[in-house]
């Protein structure tokens, strides 16, 4: 059997991904997400 | 057991992330825009569904490459990477409708076809291609005239966004009928093609076209949760390959990126040398034993 991560390195990459998450927030990403989402995306459903 | 319970939960979320109904009333508003559209959903989920909830998170990624946010997506990736390491493919198994969907296609009674090895094997790199290229690469450097990036995924190849969003806006919106055109026939058929190979193959988007879990399958190994195998317990007769949907051999590689965590295999094994536990907690009778 390989040789499994341990979990420590999971621990550490979920703090990272979630200073990143944080990060986009405060710079407006989820706001941009939410003007994309909140309208209908016509070439999302093959219209545009 | 895990298979019904499992469908429950998938029919349920799928239920939940879509329950804007008033997103279908003919006329009514179109698509909700309250606070939740500020947070992705974990699975496939196209956001011009008129029932949905959150957004999609790979038209997302796509909606901050492409021109109009101009930077680096730390949000949505940040997400994508906590959700992946939570739980990696797992949610593919357990929180994706369009997976739901194309597991009762399945069911349907016809003769089912094996992709050859080598061709299966091949084929299940193309939904890297298709995160690298269609939804992180276009978006990122094409621009139209005005500047703006293309969703290349969304637009030319993402049949979810066909079946939960084009098809019924279209119905539902008489201003929006008058528009079809090529690109909408194009991305129909497409999703026809996608509905047939579902009948015959288990899951052929997920196995191949499928970006989300492609980018799920990076966390597999590195994800709190994960598969155990109890090597002292194990007599290696195969049987939880056998069961596998997605052609893994769950006692040899439990952490496979391709496997769904759908639970099969621990259903079958019949000596209970498989179960999920979270990572750290490594059970091993061999190991226990000489220990």
């Not at chain 2, 997400?79 to 949610?91: D, E, T, W």
């Not at chain 2, 492609?214 to 194990?234: E, H, I, P, W």
Request: glycine fraction near 10%.
């Amino acid at each position: 059997m390989k040789k499994e991560v341990p979990a420590r390195v999971t621990v550490i990459l979920l703090a990272i991904a979630a200073g990143c998450c944080v990060f986009g927030w405060m710079n407006g990403e989820a706001h941009a997400v939410f003007v994309k989402a909140a309208s209908i995306c016509l070439e999302c459903i093959g219209l545009g | 057991m895990v298979s019904r319970f499992r469908k429950i939960i998938q029919a349920g979320w799928g239920i939940l992330t879509n329950g804007y109904a008033a997103g279908f009333l003919p006329g009514g508003p179109t698509l909700y825009s309250g606070p939740l559209k500020h947070f992705c959903v974990p699975g496939m989920n196209c956001y011009s569904c008129p029932g949905a909830l959150g957004a999609c998170p790979i038209g997302a990624v796509q909606a901050i490459l492409d021109g109009r946010h101009r930077g680096f997506p730390f949000y949505v990736l940040g997400y994508l990477a906590m959700a992946g390491l939570l739980a990696g493919r797992f949610i593919c198994g357990w929180l994706c409708l369009f997976g739901l969907i194309q597991e009762l296609l399945y069911r349907i009674p016809t003769p089912k076809i094996r992709v050859p090895d080598r061709a299966d094997r091949i084929l299940r790199y193309l939904k890297y291609v298709v995160l690298a290229v269609l939804v992180i690469g276009i978006p990122l450097v094409y621009r139209t005239e005005l500047g703006l990036g293309v969703p290349a995924f969304c637009k030319y190849l993402c049949p979810v966004g066909t079946l939960e969003g084009g098809i019924p806006m279209a119905i539902l919106q008489d201003s929006l009928r008058a528009t079809l055109g090529a690109l909408f026939r194009w991305k129909v058929f497409l999703l026809i093609l996608c509905v047939l190979a579902s009948v015959f193959i288990h899951r052929p988007f997920c196995k191949y076209i499928c970006p989300l879990g492609a980018l799920y399958s990076l966390f597999q190994k590195v994800s709190l949760v994960r598969m155990n195998v109890d090597t002292g317990v194990c007599i290696d007769c195969g049987a939880c390959g056998e069961a596998c949907p997605m052609n893994v051999v769950p006692c040899r590689e439990p952490n496979s990126p391709e496997c769904i965590r759908c639970g099969e295999c621990t259903e079958v094994c019949p000596v209970k040398a498989l179960s999920f536990r979270p990572a750290g907690k490594r059970k091993n009778c061999k190991e226990e034993m000489s220990g």
